[in-house]
């Protein structure tokens, strides 16, 4: 019986078994270490997953070491307390705790703690794989929190790292939101270089909603945003003294959408930066430039609308433009059939420059008759002598004005004239003999324009009488 029990009592010799184990968990503890130091994320993720296997082999080694009364198994003890203690901490500190705490937060709706939750992850833990869901979340957490300008930073580098699909609908709605915001805050700041930039990017988001989701709500919505966002970067150029970018904002509105709400107030702002434009050209002494520039006002659909201004703009243009200038301008408006350009530039040169009327009646006349010939009018009927009188050369014209309005004549032919009449009144003029194209309008938009090709021979005596005809 002693010689049992002294067996019983006798001490197992460690299996080589136990050796493997003992030393393959010793390099696991010492690969994690390393770990540790190289990247605290993989770390992190690695340590709960190596605890638990560790844990229970240890535990079973240890329990069967025990029996066998080896002195290892007090190593696997080691082992399992050590692993254990790691499994714990793990569910403490490094990604899983920042993350399950970040998420609470999230879901709370406490967007600012969240964030700095996710930022741990992001900034200390990078490769863990809770950096993608944090690197997402936080985009949202920014988005919702109302900074949209981080929002779009934390979006931009999920979709670069294929996260978030850019193509997603609901990406880019929030995407047109965050620059929409952004152009609207640098607006009231005062910040028009960036405020205009955030409205572009959001017009070209929407212009591409519209492009690939057409059946869509927001599709209907973005086609009456886009030329209002159109307009308010328009007004960024403008106050920044961008005109060039300012026009052709303005332009496009204008050209491409005609429906909308915003047209006639881009209009009248084209019309003030047309005039922007040309005084600074004008101030550069660019006096040709500045008057073109000046010319495009009267392509405008609403110009009508704002003579009050177009006056008050065209002397601060017009009033010290060298005549050789006007004259040149008005030439070059004319061979290329731009009537009305070249009779306002006729007619400006006039005003400020009455020594020159004899110069450009000729032109004025031309133009007049032009317009008229390509307008709804009246014809002027051949009259017949009134009687014959003795003038060689010459022909006699009585015209009365019988309308409530100003009468204005523009003879063309062997000679060039413009004649004036007030209401209910006539005159009497000589005019060379021969063939005339004659135009003639009443100051007002209601009545329609006399034109006509009139034959006055010499030695002859016409009337020529005029009344209104209305539209």
């Known amino acids: 019986?002693?010689?049992?029990?002294?067996?019983?009592?006798?001490?197992?010799?460690?299996?080589?078994?136990?050796?493997?184990?003992?030393?393959?968990?010793?390099?696991?503890?010492?690969?994690?270490?390393?770990?540790?130091?190289?990247?605290?994320?993989?770390?992190?993720?690695?340590?709960?997953?190596?605890?638990?296997?560790?844990?229970?082999?240890?535990?079973?080694?240890?329990?069967?070491n025990f029996v066998k009364r080896t002195a290892i198994s007090y190593i696997f003890i080691l082992f399992f307390i050590t692993f254990l203690s790691g499994l714990i901490l793990s569910s403490i500190f490094g990604p899983f705790a920042a993350y399950n705490e970040a998420k609470k937060n999230f879901d709370a709706a406490q967007y600012h703690e969240s964030i700095d939750k996710f930022?741990?992850?992001?900034?200390?833990?990078?490769?863990?794989?809770?950096?993608?869901?944090?690197?997402?979340?936080?985009?949202?957490?920014?988005?919702?929190?109302?900074?949209?300008?981080?929002?779009?930073?934390?979006?931009?580098?999920a979709i670069e790292q294929n996260i978030i699909q850019p193509s997603d609908f609901e990406i880019k709605n929030i995407f047109a939101e965050c620059y929409l915001k952004l152009a609207e805050n640098y607006y009231n700041e005062k910040k028009y270089t960036e405020s205009a930039e955030n409205y572009l990017n959001t017009i070209e988001i929407l212009s591409d909603i519209i492009i690939n989701f057409p059946d869509t709500n927001e599709a209907f919505i973005s086609t009456y945003k886009i030329p209002e966002y159109l307009y308010n970067t328009a007004?960024?150029?403008?106050?920044?003294?961008?005109?060039?970018?300012?026009?052709?904002?303005?332009t496009n509105?204008?050209?491409?959408?005609?429906?909308?709400?915003?047209?006639?107030?881009?209009?009248?702002?084209?019309?003030?930066?047309?005039?922007?434009?040309?005084?600074?050209?004008?101030?550069?002494?660019k006096h040709k430039e500045s008057v073109e520039e000046f010319l495009k006002i009267l392509d405008l659909e609403?110009?009508?609308?704002?003579?009050?201004?177009?006056?008050?703009?065209?002397?601060?243009?017009?009033?010290?433009?060298?005549?050789?200038?006007?004259?040149?301008?008005?030439?070059?408006?004319?061979?290329?059939?731009?009537?009305?350009?070249?009779?306002?530039?006729?007619?400006?040169?006039?005003?400020?420059?009455?020594?020159?009327?004899?110069?450009?009646?000729?032109?004025?006349?031309?133009?007049?008759?032009?317009i008229i010939t390509s307008s709804n009018h009246d014809e002027i009927k051949q009259p017949k002598p009134a009687r014959k009188i003795y003038s060689p050369e010459m022909s006699?014209?009585?015209?009365?004005?019988?309308?409530?309005?100003?009468?204005?004549?523009?003879?063309?032919?062997?000679?060039?004239?413009?004649?004036?009449?007030?209401?209910?009144?006539?005159?009497?003029?000589?005019?060379?003999?021969?063939?005339?194209?004659?135009?003639?309008?009443?100051?007002t938009s209601e009545a329609i324009p006399y034109l006509g090709i009139i034959t006055y021979e010499e030695n002859k005596k016409y009337l020529q009488p005029f009344s209104?005809?209305?539209?």
């Open 302 to 370: 609403y110009q009508s609308n704002y003579d009050y201004m177009l006056n008050y703009y065209k002397e601060k243009i017009f009033s010290d433009v060298p005549p050789d200038i006007l004259n040149n301008t008005a030439k070059s408006m004319y061979q290329q059939c731009e009537y009305e350009k070249a009779l306002f530039v006729c007619n400006a040169a006039v005003d400020y420059n009455p020594e020159l009327e004899e110069e450009f009646t000729q032109y004025i006349v031309n133009c007049k008759i032009k």
């Open 119 to 157: 930022k741990i992850i992001l900034d200390d833990y990078p490769n863990s794989k809770y950096a993608d869901d944090a690197l997402e979340n936080i985009s949202y957490a920014y988005y919702y929190d109302s900074s949209y300008k981080k929002a779009i930073l934390y979006f931009g580098k």
């Open 396 to 443: 006699r014209l009585v015209i009365e004005n019988n309308a409530e309005f100003d009468l204005t004549i523009y003879f063309g032919g062997p000679e060039y004239r413009i004649e004036k009449l007030e209401p209910d009144s006539k005159i009497e003029i000589e005019i060379k003999a021969g063939k005339y194209s004659i135009a003639a309008e009443l100051e």
């Open 235 to 250: 007004k960024c150029y403008r106050y920044n003294n961008n005109l060039d970018s300012a026009i052709e904002t303005l």
């Open 1 to 64: 019986m002693n010689k049992f029990m002294y067996t019983y009592r006798r001490r197992g010799r460690v299996g080589p078994g136990s050796i493997f184990f003992a030393v393959l968990f010793t390099l696991a503890a010492i690969g994690l270490g390393c770990l540790l130091y190289l990247d605290r994320g993989r770390f992190w993720d690695l340590l709960p997953l190596v605890s638990i296997i560790i844990i229970v082999a240890s535990l079973i080694l240890a329990v069967f």
């Open 468 to 471: 209104s005809v209305t539209n």
């Open 253 to 285: 509105i204008i050209n491409n959408y005609p429906e909308s709400k915003c047209t006639a107030d881009a209009d009248l702002l084209l019309f003030s930066t047309y005039f922007d434009k040309s005084m600074e050209l004008k101030n550069s002494y």
